[in-house]
């Protein structure tokens, strides 16, 4: 079985910056792809900034220049390096993953969210 678990979400005032972690753990072959997406409250959810093994990242307009993100694949964990904040980040944001995993076809796991809050 796979989990995902996402941390370091929190409050924070405009203009500063958090960092926010996702770590997967089980019987992981391989990753595919990472992705990093937020809802607001009342929006859908979008995409923010996408890891595909291999490839460079994606990231969505509204965060470019302020959002990075990195991979510790040893650890198959993800990382989202957020400066800059601004209250229209506010969301909680999840972390998606496009895994390999021995004994299943199954493919995409989703963690169970960390808030983010910025205020103005």
């Known amino acids: 079985q796979v989990q995902l678990v996402e941390s370091g979400g929190g409050l924070v005032q405009a203009g500063g910056s958090l960092r926010l972690s996702c770590a997967a753990s089980g019987s992981i072959v391989s990753i595919n792809a990472m992705t990093w997406y937020r809802q607001a409250p009342g929006k859908q959810r979008e995409l923010v900034v996408v890891s595909i093994s291999g490839g460079e990242p994606k990231v969505a307009d509204s965060v470019k220049g302020r959002f990075t993100i990195s991979r510790d694949n040893a650890k198959n964990t993800m990382y989202l390096r957020m400066n800059s904040l601004k209250p229209e980040d506010t969301g909680v944001y999840y972390c998606?993953?496009?895994?390999?995993?021995?004994?299943?076809?199954?493919?995409?796991?989703w963690g169970q969210g960390t808030q983010v809050t910025v205020s103005s």
């Open positions: 998606n993953a496009d895994l390999v995993v021995a004994g299943t076809n199954e493919s995409h796991y």
